[in-house]
């Protein structure tokens, strides 16, 4: 699998990895796992749609950051990306923490894979 990030994506994890310092390792064992299971797996990630795109975007709702151990299963980060499968790869587009922002950057999303 390859994995690729936006400028936008990269400007969110140097953020909050301020906030959260576990938040590179912790990015590792995600990326571990979409190496294997890089579909949407309902709870914990779900499918976008609406957005009239050919790519798949997927939204990952619990991501485990030990930063925020102690604070229940769900940590609040959110991650969403565009998986390829034709091409075997991954573009992580947005990172956010759910306190921080209500929803995904449609706007991002749409202006990056239309």
């Not at 796992?33 to 798949?56: H, M």
């Not at 604070?71 to 923490?97: K, Q, T």
């Amino acid at each position: 699998m390859k994995f690729d990030e936006l400028v936008e994506f990269n400007k969110d994890l140097k953020k909050l990895a301020k906030k959260y310092r576990t938040l590179i390792e912790d990015l590792r064992v995600v990326r571990q796992v979409l190496e294997y299971a890089p579909d949407e797996r309902p709870p914990f990630s779900y499918r976008i749609d609406n957005l009239g795109l050919k790519t798949c975007v997927i939204k990952v709702k619990k991501i485990a950051c030990k930063s925020l151990k102690g604070r229940g299963v769900n940590s609040g980060l959110r991650l969403v990306y565009a998986y390829f499968p034709e091409n075997s790869a991954i573009v992580f587009i947005e990172l956010y923490h759910k306190n921080d922002k209500e929803n995904e950057d449609r706007k991002r999303i749409l202006e990056n894979f239309d």
